[in-house]
């Protein structure tokens, strides 16, 4: 299992990235698309009562993000998906990222996700990515007492064990790609560590 990681307080910018052909297609998907994935999603929870998933990648009963598997449509959009999340990545400076989560998000308009505390288990050792994909100025991420509009193509590492959840006022569905990364190199990046405090 990996080692926790440092959450921001809220959210943390982590710069802009180079989206644009991922949300050309993105914005292609068909509305029966989006129920048929949505309608397999393994994180069914009664706070994304009015939010679609499609997921292509997740971790087995959402515990050890060591055990993770991919989704059939992982294998069709991986190529757009892989350069966004190792550009957002970027300033962690990870020797060997590890995805063990990897998912579009479809607020739909006037709705909300309901403040809500991501468990423990997996949550406590990843980075969670939001890369805003589609959004508009009344579509809000809330985290702790804050309320935060995140734009198109700036990635941002949010703390998914406070409580956070979102809502769209606006007239037009939000889309963000949502993503989990740990540094896979974590047993040596922690020996290197002890080694710099003997010195």
């Known amino acids: 299992m990996p080692p926790k990681v440092a959450k921001p307080h809220t959210v943390r910018a982590l710069g802009p990235v180079d989206c644009a052909r991922l949300t050309a297609m993105v ?14 999603k393994e994180n069914d929870f009664a706070v994304f009562h009015h939010t679609q998933h499609i997921i292509f990648r997740f971790i087995e009963n959402n515990r050890n993000p060591e055990n993770s598997y991919s989704t059939p449509a992982w294998d069709v959009w991986q190529p757009l ?20 989560k ?4 479809k ?7 309901d403040p809500h505390y991501d468990g423990a288990g997996s949550n406590l ?3 969670k990515i939001h890369v805003p994909l589609v959004t508009n ?3 809000v991420f809330f985290v702790r007492d804050e309320k935060v509009h995140l734009e198109p193509g700036i990635a941002c590492e949010v703390n998914n ?9 606006g007239r037009k569905d939000r889309i963000h790609f949502i993503f989990e990364v740990f540094e896979g190199d974590y047993p040596a990046v922690a020996a290197e560590g002890e080694n710099r405090a003997e010195l």
């Open 102 to 105: 990897a998912m579009l998000a």
């Open 125 to 127: 050792v990843t980075h």
């Open 81 to 100: 998906l892989q350069p966004v999340m190792e550009a957002a990545i970027a300033p962690y400076g990870f020797r060997k990222p590890v995805f063990p």
């Open 137 to 139: 100025p009344q579509a």
């Open 107 to 113: 607020l739909l308009a006037g709705h909300r996700i």
């Open 161 to 169: 064990i406070v409580s956070h959840g979102g809502e769209n006022l």
């Open 27 to 40: 914005e292609r998907i068909s509305p029966a698309t989006w129920a048929g994935e949505d309608a397999l």
